[in-house]
């Protein structure tokens, strides 16, 4: 950054063939693909079968919430729900027609796994399936980044895309991600929608915060909160090749997060925590040129996502020494060196408060403004002062 498979087996995660790819059982096959493109979604197998069981007994709603944290693959299990009901949602009836025309019962598939090769999945994946439609954030090629909101337009597609016929007899799925950004115009828009729902038709929406949307969506909608995977589940999807300290490192500095675990993992996160260690172990007397050098690479385009990592590194670090020594604990791995020690035992508790309160602040005035990147960086050193208040 700066210059049939064994799931109780890691190593078993990396020797899948072909047959397992097309039963759509190789969990451990793309765990950082797009959510459209993934075939599986681990930890969340009691609400599958829920959702299953509604829709063979013909009880599922017309609108949920898919709520929880980030990565703990909320978006993943939509597109996952949206290719099963596509898939089956015409036998969702849970009968089929017998040899003289009476019903017969019809047991529903055990998960909602889809074969890779099959069409609905392929079309699913590709953008194209005529009864999906998704809606997002857009890009801003101003900012080169997404934009902060869903614009109400956008809403506003989904009305004529429901009241359609489907395409192929079953069901029209809307999946509608980062749900919460939207704002008081496009909720309400939505809100219009939810009052008169088509047949065989269901809005998806993916939150990481439920409670940002108006109470009177969330009362025509059923919840999901979706939790964090376990920590097997973790070390088996976060990254391979990682030992176990690492990996229980990576679990603390994501809060359990898959998504944002492999972010770290991505941007050389692990590598970046021991770099600023090692600066540590100068403290007092900071590498300013080392510094400098670190800040110009994180300043240059295209390392918006590398600077993020530094910045959330940096204050994961700062936030465990507050937090070991406001409980009079051990500091874990990595910061049980000497260098950590030193720093954490020369400011008392109310200077490591304060210095967090203004790494924070100092990280958040960078971002929201248009100030040289570079800052970031250095200016997170120079609030450790020798001359603040010692323990």
């Known amino acids: 950054m700066f210059d049939d498979f064994d799931d109780d087996d890691p190593e078993d995660l990396e020797d899948f063939d072909e047959a397992d790819l097309l039963t759509g059982e190789a969990h451990g096959l793309a765990p950082d693909a797009p959510p459209r493109e993934n075939p599986a979604c681990y930890g969340h197998e009691a609400l599958e079968k829920m959702l299953i069981d509604m829709i063979h007994a013909g009880r599922l709603p017309h609108a949920v ?31 089929e027609a017998g040899l003289f025309g009476e019903t017969l019962p019809q047991s529903p598939p055990a998960t909602m796994d889809i074969a890779i090769d099959d069409p609905v999945f392929r079309q699913v994946a590709s953008g194209g399936h005529p009864d999906l439609l998704t809606i997002s954030r857009k890009f801003d090629d101003k900012k080169s980044r997404e934009k902060s ?9 989904i009305t ?36 008169e729902p088509p047949a065989n038709s269901i809005l998806i929406l993916v939150c990481h915060r439920a409670g940002a949307m108006i109470p009177t969506i969330r009362s025509r909608c059923r919840t999901f909160p979706m939790a964090l995977p376990g920590r097997d589940i973790f070390g088996k999807l976060a ?46 007397e900071w590498p300013w040129t080392q510094i400098h050098l670190i800040a110009d690479n994180l300043s240059r385009p295209g390392q918006e996502k590398s600077l993020a990592v530094f910045q959330e590194c940096f204050l994961w670090i700062i936030e465990t020494i507050l937090s070991a020594k406001a409980r009079g604990a051990a500091l874990p791995y990595p910061l049980n060196n000497d260098a950590a020690r030193t ?11 304060e210095i967090s309160g203004q790494i924070k602040d100092h990280f958040d005035k960078v971002d929201r403004a248009a100030l040289d990147k570079r800052h970031a960086v250095i200016g997170a050193f120079s609030f450790f002062n020798r001359d603040r208040k010692a323990a």
């Not at 993943?76 to 729900?81: K, S």
């Not at 909101?149 to 597609?157: G, L, N, P, Q, Y």
């Not at 720093?343 to 408060?353: F, N, Q």
């Open 149 to 157: 909101s869903i614009e109400t337009d956008e809403i506003r597609k």
């Open 65 to 95: 919430i898919l709520s929880g944290l980030r990565g703990t693959g909320k978006a993943t299990f939509a597109f996952r729900l949206a290719r099963y009901l596509l898939k089956h949602g015409t036998a969702a009836s849970g009968q």
């Open 343 to 353: 720093m954490s035992d020369h400011y008392s508790l109310a200077a490591w408060i």
């Open 160 to 195: 004529p895309f429901m009241r359609m016929t489907a395409s192929q007899g079953g069901w029209r799925v809307v999946i509608i991600d980062d749900a919460d950004t939207m704002n008081r115009n496009a909720q309400n828009a939505l809100l219009k929608i939810l009052e």
């Open 239 to 284: 990254g391979s090749g990682l030992s176990e300290e690492e990996t229980e490192l990576l679990y603390r500095m994501a809060g359990g997060s898959i998504g944002r675990a492999r972010d770290i993992v991505a941007e050389n996160g692990l590598e970046t925590v021991s770099k600023i260690i090692n600066l540590f172990y100068s403290w007092p």
